[in-house]
C-alpha cells in the first residue's frame, strides 16, 4: 500500500514531524502550511494594488501531521500506510527523551514505511556520520539539517523530498505497468511459440509422411521398372532376332510388320518406365548429373540416327546444321543431354505430319553456352498451351493423348535436367506454323571446334567384338540366357553360360585350358547375386573386364556395380549394338 496515494493523479505532499518541542512544530507548520487569505475582500485589496493582470504567486501547500516521540511517530506512519496515505517525508529530531532518539526512531520508521524520506534536525553532535552510516546504513534517503533551521532551506528540501518520493513511486509504477505488460506479451509470445512448435511438429510429421510415401513410391517404381525390365530384355531382343531372320521375305511381310510393331510398343513401354523413374526422382531431389567431356556433334548425330528411320517412315525431312564454331568437347552430361533432345526430337516428328524437323546447334555469350533449337512443321501450339507445357502430365489437350499417345512428362523431365545441368529448356510456338524448342546450357570447358559433316540420316559405323572372344555370360533367366547367347554366337564369340555367382565364380576359379576374356554379369541372381560375385572376383585378384547387365536403371545401381568393381554398365533391356560396342 506504500504508494496507493501516488497512484492517483495527485501529489503526495504529507509530511510527518517528530519533535518533542512543540515551538518547533509550529514553525514547521508555519513554513510548511502558511494561512492563504482567501476572502473576497482581500482578493480585491491585491486587485486594485496589482492590477487584475498581476501574476498570480502559487506555494506550495504541504499536509502536515506531527508526534511528540517516536513511538507516537511509528504509530501515525503505520497508520497513514494502513489508510493508503502513505507519508512522502518524515522530519525526525536527534534528542526527544524520555522515549527514542532519532536514529531508533528511524530505524523503526524505516522497518515499516522503507520508501520514507527521512531528514534528521538536531543541534547537536550526539551521533558522528560514520556512526549514523554504521546504525541506518547509507542511503540516499537520508538528509541531516542543524538547528536552528532557514524557513527557506525547510520549504525546499520538503519540496525535493516529496518531488523525490513522487517520481520514485511513478517509477515504480511505470516499471509495473511495463513488467505487467512484458509479463502479457510474455505469455502471448509463449503461447504464439507453442502454437508454432505444434505446428512444426504436425509438419514434422508431414514430412515424415510425405517422405515416407516418396520412398514407397521410388521403392515400388524401382521394383516394378525391375520386373518390366527383365521380361522387356526377351521381348525386344527375340522380336529383333526374328525380325532380321524375316528382313526381305514378301511372304511374310505381315509377320515382319508384326514384330516391328511389337518392337516399337515394348520400346514405347520401356520410355514410359524411365520416364515415370526420372520424374520420380526428380521431385524426390535424388536426380544427378555429371560433368565429363562429351561431343555435343556425336550426341546430335546418334539421336538423329535413332529417330532417322521413324521420320523416313512418315515422309519427313531431319536435318542437321551445326555452327562453324560449335566446340568439339563440352562438360556436360552426355546421356542426360541425349535424353533431352532425343525427347525434342521425337516430339517434333510425332507432331509432324509432312514436311521438315530441323535441329540446329551453335554456341552463344562468347562460347559459354551451347544452344541446340529443334523447330518443327506440326500444328503448334496457343499461349495457353504454351504455359502448361510443361507441367508433369500435360499435354495440349485430351485429344493430343488420344492422337500421340505419350504420357505428358517428357518435356516436364527435359526442364528439370536442362536445370539441372545449369540452362534451361524454352518453347516459341505459333498455331498452324509449328514450333521451335531451344535447349542452351553451358559448355564448361570448351575446346577447339570441330563441327565435321551434318548428315542426320547416317547411322553410326557398326562395333563388333574380336571374333573367338571367349566370354562368360552371368544370368539366370533361361530367356535372356538363350537370347544374349544366339547374339553373342552370331557376332563370332565363344559363349560360356553360368545361371548364378556362385557358378560363376566356380567356373573361373577352376583349372582351364582357355581363360574367359570377359564376364557379362546379371546383377539380380539368386544365391548370389552380381554385386557379391563381382566384390569376390576383385578381391580374389581377378582383373578381367566385367559389364554389368542390370535391370534396375537408377543411377544408385550403376555407382553400385562401379564400387563393386565393374568396368561398364548396360540397363536391360538392351541395345544389341550398344551390347556388341561394349564388349
Known amino acids: 500500500m ?20 512543540e515551538t518547533i512544530q509550529a514553525d514547521f507548520r508555519k513554513i510548511l502550511t502558511p494561512v492563504q487569505p482567501a476572502d473576497e475582500e482581500f482578493r480585491r485589496t491585491e486587485a486594485a494594488l496589482f492590477g487584475d493582470t498581476a501574476p498570480e504567486l502559487e506555494s506550495v501547500r504541504f499536509e502536515l501531521a506531527t508526534a511528540s516521540q517516536g513511538k507516537a511517530g511509528l504509530e501515525l ?25 532519532g536514529i531508533e526512531t528511524i530505524e523503526r520508521l524505516w522497518a515499516v514505511d522503507a520508501e ?37 532551506e525547510v520549504l525546499q528540501v520538503a519540496s525535493a523530498l516529496t518531488h523525490k518520493w513522487n517520481l520514485q513511486q511513478q517509477a515504480r509504477r511505470t516499471l509495473g505497468e511495463l513488467d505487467a505488460l512484458v509479463r502479457t506479451r510474455t505469455k502471448e509470445l ?34 516394378v521398372s525391375h520386373e518390366l525390365r527383365t521380361p522387356m530384355t526377351a521381348i525386344l531382343g527375340y522380336a529383333e532376332e526374328l525380325k532380321d531372320r524375316l528382313e526381305g521375305r514378301d511372304d511374310l511381310r505381315f509377320e515382319h510388320e508384326s514384330l516391328i510393331t511389337i518392337q516399337r510398343n515394348a520400346q514405347h513401354l520401356v520410355l514410359i518406365i524411365g520416364d515415370l523413374l526420372d520424374i520420380s526422382k526428380l521431385e524426390a531431389g535424388r536426380l544427378r548429373v555429371e560433368s565429363i567431356p562429351c561431343s555435343p556433334l556425336e550426341v546430335l548425330r546418334e539421336v538423329l540416327g535413332l529417330l532417322a528411320q521413324k521420320a523416313r517412315a512418315k515422309g519427313l525431312e531431319l536435318a542437321l546444321e551445326c555452327a562453324e564454331d560449335l566446340p568439339r568437347s563440352i562438360a556436360s552430361d552426355p546421356l542426360r ?36 533449337a529443334v523447330s518443327d512443321q506440326g500444328c503448334g501450339m496457343t499461349p495457353e498451351v504454351v504455359a502448361r507445357l510443361f507441367r508433369p502430365f500435360e499435354q495440349a489437350d485430351v485429344s493430343t493423348s488420344r492422337r500421340f499417345g505419350g504420357t505428358g512428362l517428357g518435356l516436364a523431365i527435359s526442364r528439370q535436367l536442362a536445370r539441372l545441368l545449369g540452362g534451361d529448356l524454352r518453347v516459341r510456338s505459333e498455331p498452324g506454323v509449328g514450333s521451335t524448342f531451344t535447349l542452351a546450357v553451358p559448355t564448361g570447358v570448351v575446346s577447339p571446334s570441330g563441327r565435321g559433316p551434318t548428315d542426320a540420316g547416317a547411322p553410326p559405323s557398326p ?66 547375386d552380381g ?43 538392351i541395345d544389341r549394338t550398344l551390347l556388341l560396342s561394349t564388349i
Not at 505430319?353 to 562468347?366: I, S
Request: charged letters at 25%; a neutral charge.
Open 2 to 21: 506504500s504508494g496507493a496515494t501516488a497512484a492517483g493523479s495527485a501529489m503526495n505532499r504529507r509530511v510527518l514531524v517528530i519533535d518533542d518541542n
Open 77 to 101: 506512519v503505520l497508520a497513514a500506510r494502513n489508510e493508503g496515505r502513505p507519508f512522502a517525508c518524515a522530519f525526525v529530531d536527534m534528542r526527544m527523551p524520555p522515549g527514542w532518539d
Open 116 to 152: 520514507l524520506e527521512v531528514v534528521i534536525c538536531t543541534a547537536f553532535s550526539d551521533y558522528s556520520w560514520e556512526e549514523t552510516v554504521r546504525r541506518l546504513g547509507r542511503t540516499d534517503r537520508l538528509l541531516i539539517v542543524k538547528k536552528p533551521f532557514d524557513a527557506v
Open 190 to 223: 509463449e503461447r504464439v511459440r507453442d502454437d508454432l512448435l505444434a505446428l512444426n511438429r504436425e509438419l514434422g510429421r508431414a514430412k515424415d509422411a510425405a517422405e515416407t510415401a516418396n520412398r514407397s513410391k521410388s521403392l515400388f517404381l524401382a521394383n
Open 337 to 372: 543431354l541425349r535424353q533431352i533432345v532425343l525427347n525434342l526430337v521425337d516430339n517434333a516428328i510425332k507432331f509432324t505430319g509432312q514436311g521438315k524437323v530441323l535441329v540446329t546447334a551453335k554456341t552463344a555469350g562468347e562460347g559459354r553456352e551451347l544452344v541446340i
Open 463 to 528: 562395333i563388333v567384338p574380336p571374333p573367338g572372344s571367349r566370354v562368360l555370360l552371368v544370368e539366370d533367366g533361361l530367356d535372356n540366357q538363350r537370347l544374349f547367347a544366339r547374339i553373342l554366337e552370331r557376332a563370332g564369340l565363344a559363349v560360356t553360360v553360368a545361371g548364378t555367382g556362385t557358378r560363376c565364380l566356380e567356373l573361373i576359379g577352376a583349372p582351364s585350358e582357355h581363360r574367359f576374356e570377359l564376364v557379362l554379369m546379371d546383377i539380380q541372381m539368386p544365391e548370389m
Open 531 to 573: 554385386l557379391q560375385a563381382t566384390a569376390r572376383l576383385r578381391a580374389a585378384g581377378h582383373d578381367l573386364p566385367i559389364v554389368a547387365l542390370s535391370a534396375g536403371a537408377m543411377l544408385e545401381d550403376e555407382h553400385a556395380c562401379a564400387s563393386a568393381g565393374c568396368n561398364a554398365f548396360l540397363a536391360k533391356p
